[in-house]
């Protein structure tokens, strides 16, 4: 009894300062969510019953955001996924100066956003960076990537693939290194191929790594921010803007405090509705294809 | 054999714990020595600069948009050199106004601005104002001060009976005309109109008019001046509300609608932006442009087709309504809290003074604020467009001077975009937007929101 | 394929090393046309006001208070977790990993409205708090895993001995505990050299931004186009760092990744 006092006592202040930077914000939010808190109040909370809420569900921004920043969460992490499933592959097989390859690969991951965020910029430059020059040396004109709405989303997705493909990689590299070697051994041989392997012992075995990198970047890539804030600014017109970044220029720009809470906490819901839809239909998948495989 | 891995792996690394940690106390003492060395290092260079006879000089610093700041460089210089104990130290911002601001803000609201004047553009004002963030300047300028400038100029500086801001130039919307193709510019939107597709008809240039109708603040300056031009208004200063219902606000929409469907603006102008508009201008594609005083010399410098044939005029309204050009001024603001409000006062005063403005207005085409300086026969010849310029400052249009100006004008925008790539009529448009405006009110002011007694428009 | 994966991962980062080696007048010449190399860049940036040097220094500075204070609560809360049974441990562990995913950014105007209230604005050393607050739940985790790992009898050994909880968590756990330390802190280190958002709201003052920040302004806050070249030199400077962290901690780093996925 004492020592589980005691080791209550051990996690007080770890958890005090988990509830001040995560829970406590979600609570004032939910509060500040319906106040009114803006230029027009003092920046002083004031009660304005639903209004943000009202305001929210017919605020054709925050829709259209919602929408785009769902289309790019979902199109990276699918990419990443089949992307770094492959990197991992590669990097568990036993290569030449396999750990200088590890560090190398993870580089991107490890530089700040804001780093190539703006290194991609400069690259895709209009008229004067390598991808424009390139074109002219081939005899075609210069084209402003980042000001037209579909080639400015195709480069945010691309930054944000080549920024965490790395780490999704690592991630199944763990799993592939729980797999045992002699059961691929015995698949081998039974004479079964590479991509026979792949299907019926790496893939499934992988599943859970799969799911946890799935869940794990779904929710990072939902609250993307500083990639597109300094890459397009959200821009052209706001076709890149992602729900973050709609909140952090409530905030910070219109100084609409209450709203900007309204606008973070129906985020943050979307991703918990989303997450937790997904999670159940894993989970309904899995204990079904459990009670297929004792049947 | 699960957990094999990662710790079989790291069990041949036992030192790394060791090795860690020598590495990470190096690179903590490295680090306190780079913070602390130059902290030092600056003060001690900071000294052997200063003369060590004259007293702590003030340093005055006022942020400003890149090519402002370039601008002013000259008379900067002028005033370090002549008011000895004060320096003046101008810090390049963004050039865009949205970014600048967002890097104003991000300061002030941690309650710790680096610089003690604020260039700030008069879609600002209300904002910052409602938010604390300025001294009221009417200590050190009085009304005989503002008396000696344009009446447009005088306008977008006060509110709730202070004087906010002094300005530094008076720009306000113009409508470009091609000399080449007609005899004189448009007095009313129906002329306009007449003359484009006249011209259009008999193939002497591809389109008529061409504006901004991206989705942004730009399309908002459009706005103002086509409600205006129509009679009616997008805010009302004593209900504190916005009116983009009116009959007279649908007729405006409809006006801007039909210029697409008409073929006299091409559909391209709902991507326009004020450079893309210059831009195909310039080239000799349309009859008519809407932009700012800037635009007049980027034509002249670049000697495309249309150089020496344009000409410049207040912006028009309805048959029977005055037309007015939207109100697009900078001005200086005093930060609350500055330690040094009176040298900060000296320096609002020489850079928004005769010799700055003049010339801002030679190198830039900035439209001045000092009536004298239009009255001027050397500038007048040195800065073509000062005739057009004072015309203009007679009848501006303000945007609504509310704190939520940004949010009203982000969702004007985006709805008239949105008609204008063919998402909805007129009507509805409009009916959408007033809508929106009164829920943004509501969730801004909280019950205040639904009476009448928001923040009244003082500018008078 | 080897070759084409660096060219993937590298390639950008190249690219930024070249430009920042090229004059600004090399930069807007057709591709491959005379390349006059020059450190012309690098000079620039560190002799800009403030240096550039003075960024890396602030986000190290940060990084390190971090990851001092993280490991420093870290540990004994997975270790008391460790000991939890039940509801307590399996709510506490559901939460941490919720944590763990929570996307950082939408907690910052709370955590801004904080540094206002308590004044903790424009201070290198306060923004280590929210900091530590974020990279909890991933070492916490992290930890407890190794935790698990060890085992139990020597625990009870030492306790038999009389050793109390603080002399068994120091003499004997912790130097146990060493590469699960190593590499938490390594990914501690790296996610907080890196944070964006809560930095952009609590440092406005030019001489305390941190890194990521100071690189977004030069994007942001230039005038008609971007200073590339010094830009790219900051870049190569902003990453050499990192370069060699990673070249050097691989191992812990790929560990630490790996443990938290397998107990995760």
Request: contains cysteine; proline residues 7%; neutral net charge.
């Amino acid at each position: 009894m004492k020592a589980r006092t005691a080791s209550l006592l051990l996690m007080a202040p770890a958890l005090l300062l988990l509830a001040a930077v995560f829970l406590y914000p979600l609570l004032r939010y939910g509060w500040l969510s319906f106040q009114a808190s803006s230029v027009l109040t003092g920046l002083e909370p004031v009660p304005n019953g639903g209004a943000n809420w009202g305001r929210l569900l017919d605020d054709a921004r925050f829709w259209t955001d919602a929408f785009q920043t769902l289309r790019f969460a979902v199109c990276s992490v699918a990419l990443e996924l089949v992307g770094g499933l492959g990197l991992a592959l590669l990097l568990h097989r036993p290569l030449r100066g396999r750990g200088t390859l590890r560090a190398l690969t993870l580089l991107p991951w490890a530089l700040p956003t804001t780093v190539m965020a703006l290194g991609w910029r400069w690259i895709l430059n209009d008229p004067h960076g390598p991808l424009n020059a390139a074109i002219r040396s081939l005899g075609g004109s210069s084209y402003g990537f980042l000001s037209t709405p579909a080639t400015t989303w195709f480069f945010v997705v691309l930054a944000d693939v080549w920024k965490t493909l790395p780490f999704v990689a690592l991630l199944l590299l763990a799993g592939l290194q729980t797999i045992p070697e002699d059961l691929e051994e015995a698949l081998r041989l039974e004479g079964a191929g590479r991509l026979q392997i792949l299907r019926r012992l790496t893939l499934p075995l992988l599943v859970p790594y799969l799911a946890l990198a799935l869940l794990f970047r779904l929710a990072q890539a939902l609250g993307v921010f500083d990639l597109i804030q300094v890459l397009s600014g959200g821009g052209p017109a706001g076709s890149t803007e992602s729900l973050a970044l709609y909140a952090y220029l409530n905030a910070m720009r219109f100084l609409d405090f209450g709203y900007a809470a309204t606008v973070m906490l129906a985020t943050f819901l979307l991703l918990l509705v989303l997450l937790g839809g997904g999670w159940w239909l894993w989970r309904r998948g899995d204990l079904q294809g459990r009670r297929e495989g004792a049947a | 054999m699960a957990a094999r891995p990662p710790f079989s792996s790291l069990r041949r690394w036992r030192s790394l714990p060791k090795l860690l940690t020598t590495a990470l106390l190096a690179l903590l003492s490295a680090t306190v020595l780079l913070v602390l060395l130059p902290a030092s290092g600056l003060s001690s260079s900071g000294m052997s600069a200063i003369p060590v006879a004259a007293a702590d000089p003030v340093t005055v610093r006022v942020l400003m948009p890149a090519p402002l700041a370039d601008a002013v460089a000259a008379p900067v210089a002028q005033f370090n050199a002549s008011s000895p104990g004060v320096v003046l130290e101008v810090i390049r911002g963004p050039l865009d106004t949205e970014t600048i601001s967002d890097l104003a803000t991000g300061s002030l609201l941690l309650g710790e601005a680096p610089f003690d004047l604020l260039l700030v553009d008069v879609s600002w004002l209300a904002r910052y104002v409602a938010a604390g963030w300025f001294e009221p300047l009417e200590r050190w300028f009085g009304p005989e001060v503002l008396a000696a400038m344009e009446p447009g100029a005088r306008l977008g500086n006060g509110l709730d009976g202070h004087l906010w801001r002094m300005p530094l130039t008076g720009d306000t919307g113009l409508l470009y005309w091609r000399t080449d193709l007609m005899e004189r510019p448009p007095r009313d939107t129906e002329e306009l109109v007449a003359i484009s597709r006249d011209l259009q008809r008999r193939g002497r240039v591809r389109w008529g008019y061409l504006w901004q109708g991206r989705q942004y603040e730009g399309l908002s300056c459009v706005m103002v001046e086509v409600l205006h031009g129509f009679g009616a208004r997008w805010w009302n200063g004593s209900t504190a509300r916005t009116e983009l219902d009116s009959p007279e606000a649908v007729a405006a929409a409809q006006w801007l609608a039909a210029l697409l469907q008409d073929g006299v603006s091409p559909q391209a102008v709902a991507s326009y932006a004020e450079n893309d508009a210059l831009q195909s201008f310039a080239a000799g594609d349309a009859a008519f442009l809407r932009n700012w005083p800037y635009a007049w010399r980027e034509i002249e410098k670049g000697g495309g087709p249309v150089k020496g044939k344009v000409g410049v005029t207040a912006m028009v309204g309805a048959p029977g309504e005055q037309g007015g050009g939207t109100l697009g001024t900078w001005g200086l603001s005093l930060i609350k809290g500055s330690p040094h409000p009176e040298e900060a006062v000296a320096a609002i005063r020489w850079l928004t003074g005769p010799v700055v403005q003049r010339q801002l207005a030679i190198e830039q085409g900035y439209a001045p604020t000092w009536s004298t300086l239009y009255d001027d026969p050397d500038l007048q010849r040195r800065a073509p467009l000062l005739t057009v310029q004072r015309q203009a400052l007679q009848h501006p249009q303000l945007r609504p001077p509310t704190p939520a100006y940004a949010q009203l004008s982000d969702l004007l925008a985006r709805q008239v975009n949105g008609m204008l790539t063919g998402q909805g009529g007129p009507g509805p448009t409009m009916a959408a937007a007033q809508r929106q405006s009164l829920q943004v009110l509501r969730s801004l002011a909280g019950p205040a929101g639904d009476t009448a007694d928001g923040r009244p428009a003082v500018d008078r | 394929m080897r070759l084409l994966v660096l060219l993937w991962s590298l390639g950008p980062l190249l690219w930024q090393l070249r430009t920042s080696l090229l004059r600004p007048e090399a930069l807007v010449a057709p591709l491959l046309e005379g390349n006059p190399w020059t450190l012309a860049n690098y000079q620039l940036v560190l002799s800009g006001d403030p240096p550039f040097w003075r960024y890396l220094g602030n986000s190290t500075l940060v990084a390190l208070a971090t990851t001092l204070l993280t490991l420093l609560l870290a540990v004994p809360c997975a270790y008391g977790l460790q000991q939890q049974r039940g509801l307590l441990r399996w709510g506490v562990g559901l939460g941490l990993v919720g944590a763990a995913m929570f996307p950082t950014v939408l907690l910052f105007l709370a955590l801004l409205e904080i540094a206002r209230r308590f004044g903790l604005a424009n201070d290198l050393l306060a923004l280590s708090l929210p900091y530590a607050g974020l990279s909890l739940p991933l070492a916490v985790l992290l930890l407890r895993a190794a935790f698990a790992d060890l085992p139990t009898e020597l625990e009870d050994a030492a306790r038999l001995e009389g050793l109390g909880l603080g002399q068994r968590l120091r003499h004997v756990l912790l130097p146990l505990l060493g590469p699960a330390l190593a590499s938490t802190g390594i990914l501690v280190f790296l996610a907080s050299w890196n944070e964006y958002a809560i930095a952009l709201t609590w440092i406005s003052r030019n001489d305390l931004l941190t890194l990521p920040i100071a690189i977004a302004r030069i994007g942001g806050g230039s005038v008609f186009t971007i200073p590339y070249g010094a830009f790219a030199a900051a870049t190569v400077l902003g990453s050499l760092p990192l370069l060699l962290l990673v070249l050097v901690a691989q191992r812990p780093i790929v560990s630490g990744l790996t443990r938290g996925a397998v107990k995760g």
